[in-house]
């Protein structure tokens, strides 16, 4: 009975994947943008000639992956196409592995440094001063958040998107977030909170901003190099026989 009902799933799955190509094809044939309503149950069922668990199948996993937005009670919608799938992945990914394994969340890092020096290179000659000083603004409040005790990690965070936001190139503060948050859940989830002093993370940024009114391309590489050097070096000891040692 369960071989029998496995080659009835087995068809409709491909049924299904079929139709997640063909809704897919028709956003893109149809140049619908995020919130556009999508045609309804009964009309995917009519015109691709499936049945409605097919289609209702191949909506939902095109929800996971964020390319339509099912809100129950009003109709389908073309998704935001986020990277939230990619976030929710890489998670899961990391924190799969045994609890002292932090391999995975040093490729996590190793990913995000080689796009991020690339980047660096790419905005090194081009930043002008008003943008530098920007950056710099952003360094001043790292160390006054830092002075008073509180939390640098989103000016961190900001620091960084600001680097590239003249590039002009929507993916990049959306692959930098989605490191970002992968790294946060799981140095989290593993519970990790051995940050750096506030004025190690302050002198790496004005190393890079430095480097970056130099004009020197290269120095901001390393710069922003030296910076990774660090955070991986941290997260190669985020392990619960560190923390057990730390508690006693």
Known sequence: MSEQSGGRRRPERRVSGQVQRAVTQLILDRKLRAGAPLPTETELMEDLGVSRNSVREALKALQALDIVDIRHGYGTYVGEASLTPLVDGLTFRALARPDGDTAALAEVLQIREVLEEGLVRRVAGTLTEAELDALAAVVDRMEAAGRAGEPVAELDRDFHELLYASLGNALVPQLLGAFWTVFLRVAGARG????????????????I??????????????????????????????SPERAASHDA
């Open 192 to 207: 990790w909170t051995d940050d750096p002093t506030p004025e190690l993370t302050v002198r790496r940024h004005r190393d």
């Open 209 to 238: 901003v430095a480097a970056l009114r130099a004009r020197d391309v290269e120095g901001a590489q390393r710069a922003m190099s030296e910076h990774f050097r660090g955070i991986e070096a941290r997260a190669a000891t985020a």
